[in-house]
């Protein structure tokens, strides 16, 4: 059996607080998110019907809904993966079969590079006008 050293049994017990105190700060944060999360889905469950989700957005105090934002949500969905699908599968068939090279090796690196980057970060990159 192992004997431990002073050093070694109070660095254990430090490292046993801080995991417990961790754990705490991280159940309290959660807990209070899940209140406010549990609040507002108790107090906005009523509102949501089909009507709700096909109306047009009024003044405040008139009702409305969220039609607009379905739309073009479904919109952009629509534009984006016209330019972005056949490109990513010509991309991904030219890696593939003759990707070797120069060319390749650019393409390989610019791919590799964008896959790594959170697409918000290469939103606010691209739509910020410099």
Known sequence: MATYGNAD???RATSGLMTTL???CTLLAVSAL???LSHIAWQGIGSLNFQFLVDRPRP???GGGIGNAILGSLVLLLI???FGLPLGIC???YLAEIGRGRVGDAVRFMVD???GIPS???EFLFTRSW
Do not use: K, Y
Request: aromatic share 0%; hydrophobic share 55%; glycine share 8%.
């Open 9 to 11: 049994r109070m660095r």
């Open 22 to 24: 961790t754990a705490l």
């Open 34 to 36: 899940l209140i406010i």
């Open 60 to 62: 405040v105090g008139e």
């Open 80 to 82: 984006s993966s016209a």
């Open 91 to 93: 991309v991904g068939v």
């Open 113 to 115: 590079t964008l896959t």
């Open 120 to 122: 918000i970060v290469t």
